[in-house]
């Protein structure tokens, strides 16, 4: 049965940044959302237990959808990457960082997130939520796809407004009946100067983008991801969210085309020009 809901926020990529976080949920409590429904990549960043922790405690106001880092956090822990140092890549270093400092009922939590979520909103009718694209949570759309793949990527969707994330930006774009809308990025955005919070609230008043503001160096000076005992109960390093956040490359440097893609629709600044733009974007 589908669940039906007057007023929806959608939070997207939080990747473990617990300050961004908090300043969307404080601004929630005046928005007072039905359903608070969490986007996928959640974890993978500088307080992953933290988040998980504060997104559980919300109960039955919050559901979840699968995004491509929550699997590899999920690899990581089952033993993919035994150490963060072992891993070749920026992407799977954060997976094996966030997977030793998650304890096994957060992997769990991770492992029984659903792949898409269908709700229906209340003077916006049903809408399905997804990470990447409804086809998978690794499919890369942005504000620069054309039309002819939006039209193949949405053609066997039965709801009309698909709500995504995965690259960081925020968009709304239509072809004919259907509609699809990035919520952006809470955590690590890839738009926006200084560094903002950005999410989607869906209601009677139709799509609205939405974004908050925080003081990340304020954040940081407060000590964000100082030492903690991770599962093993060591102390686990200090994660530089810094670079997450200054540096949005740190993480889609290890998908070579994909800051060529964000290049055209939200004017990331890129080093490795040698990679030609994918042609299905």
């Known amino acids: 049965m589908v669940q039906k809901v007057s007023r929806i926020t959608a939070i997207y990529d939080v990747h473990g940044n617990l300050p961004a976080l908090q300043t969307v949920l404080a601004e929630l409590e005046s928005v007072?959302?039905?359903?608070i429904v969490v986007g996928g990549d959640v974890v993978a960043g500088p307080m992953p237990a933290e988040v998980l922790d504060r997104l559980a405690a919300l109960s039955e106001s919050v559901c979840f959808v699968r995004g491509n880092a929550d699997r590899e956090v999920l690899a990581a822990y089952d033993g993919r990457y035994t150490d963060a140092t072992d891993a070749a890549e920026p992407a799977e270093r954060a997976a094996a960082f966030a997977?030793?400092?998650?304890?096994?009922?957060?992997?769990?939590?991770?492992?029984?997130?659903?792949?898409?979520?269908?709700?229906?909103?209340?003077?916006v009718g049903q809408v399905l939520f997804c990470h990447g694209s409804p086809r998978s949570d690794e499919e890369i759309v942005t504000a620069a796809t054309t039309e002819g793949r939006l039209r193949e990527i949405l053609a066997e969707v039965d709801q009309d407004l698909v709500v995504c994330g995965h690259t960081h930006a925020q968009f709304d774009r239509r072809v004919s009946a259907k509609r699809i809308v990035n919520a952006g990025s809470v955590g690590m955005p890839y738009q926006g100067k200084p560094v903002g919070a950005f999410w989607l609230l869906l209601g009677a008043g139709g799509v609205c983008l939405r974004r908050s503001d925080?003081?990340?160096d304020r954040a940081l000076s407060a000590?964000?991801?100082?030492?903690?005992?991770?599962?093993?109960g060591l102390a686990r390093p200090r994660h530089p969210l810094s670079s997450l956040l200054k540096n949005p490359r740190f993480l889609c440097r290890s998908r070579p085309r994909?800051?060529?893609?964000?290049?055209?629709?939200?004017?990331?600044?890129?080093?490795?020009e040698q990679f030609l733009d994918d042609p299905r974007a």
Not at 32 to 35: A, H, M, Q, Y
Not at 99 to 114: G, T
């Open 32 to 35: 007072n959302p039905d359903l």
């Open 99 to 123: 997977a030793s400092n998650i304890d096994r009922a957060q992997r769990d939590l991770l492992a029984s997130l659903a792949e898409r979520l269908v709700v229906e909103v209340e003077g």
């Open 214 to 216: 925080y003081d990340l």
């Open 223 to 232: 000590g964000l991801g100082e030492e903690r005992e991770n599962r093993e």
């Open 258 to 272: 994909f800051p060529q893609l964000l290049k055209a629709a939200v004017n990331v600044v890129v080093a490795d």
